[in-house]
T-cell receptor
Framework: DQQVKQNSPSLSVQEGRISILNCDYT??????FLWYKKYPAEGPTFLIS?????DKNEDGRFTVFLNKSAKHLSLHIVPSQPGDSAVYFC??????????????FGEGTQLTVNP | KAGVTQTPRYLIKTRGQQVTLSCSPI?????VSWYQQTPGQGLQFLFE???????NKGNFPGRFSGRQFSNSRSEMNVSTLELGDSALYLC????????????FGPGTRLTVL
């Protein structure tokens, strides 16, 4: 049962344009969401997070939007840069549950930003 | 502040052997979690340790075990290795609360022949 899904395995955008990465979840107990970026042979690097009490969080070029009714979140990168090329993982946790310490990850989306 | 460190970075073992992986969390972080990444299953949670106690466990067989020391350093052990255990094993640390961000180490690439 894939509780967190990233339906696009890959995304290609031009430098300077917006990148939009999407993530859907099924578990209504999830209340904390994170995005990580990962390069090959490295561990995931934290980018940005959002709590379910908010619907938007912004940090520089990165903005995460949360639509709780649709169980959907998205990561916007504006403007996209070639250095943003990496695999992006969406992750979720149910912080109020006893299992709240575990992160459930999506499958990842390979973002390629072309110069 | 130094990040999460994992040793060794690469490891080759044969079926039936056992292996121990080590993780040193960010200074001051009391929680250490372990994840397995494989091409087929993605990133999956193994277990979490907090103040030397296992706080949470994923859906993995008993061959996978871990422990945490008083200085928050953690080790993960896999006994009777199988080919399917070949994976990138990632350690993540955080201060301790469930909403604290988890910061990952570079991982240990385990290959089982």
């Amino acid at each position: 049962d894939q509780q967190v899904k990233q339906n696009s395995p890959s995304l290609s955008v031009q430098e300077g344009r917006i990148s939009i990465l999407n993530c859907d979840y099924t578990n209504s107990m999830f209340d904390y969401f994170l995005w990580y970026k990962k390069y090959p042979a490295e561990g995931p690097t934290f980018l940005i997070s959002i709590s379910s009490i908010k619907d938007k969080n912004e940090d520089g070029r990165f903005t995460v939007f949360l639509n709780k009714s649709a169980k959907h979140l998205s990561l916007h990168i504006v403007p996209s840069q070639p250095g943003d090329s990496a695999v992006y993982f969406c992750a979720a946790s149910a912080s109020r549950e006893t299992s709240g310490s575990r992160l459930t990850f999506g499958e990842g989306t390979q973002l390629t930003v072309n110069p | 502040k130094a990040g999460v460190t994992q040793t060794p970075r690469y490891l080759i073992k044969t079926r039936g052997q056992q292996v121990t992986l080590s993780c040193s969390p960010i200074s001051g972080h009391r929680s250490v979690s372990w994840y397995q990444q494989t091409p087929g299953q993605g990133l999956q949670f193994l277990f979490e340790y907090f103040s030397e106690t296992q706080r949470n466990k994923g859906n993995f067989p008993g061959r996978f075990s871990g422990r945490q020391f008083s200085n928050s350093r953690s080790e993960m052990n896999v006994s009777t290795l199988e080919l399917g255990d070949s994976a990138l094993y990632l350690c993540a640390s955080r201060l301790g609360e469930n909403t604290d961000t988890q910061y990952f180490g570079p991982g240990t690439r385990l290959t089982v022949l």
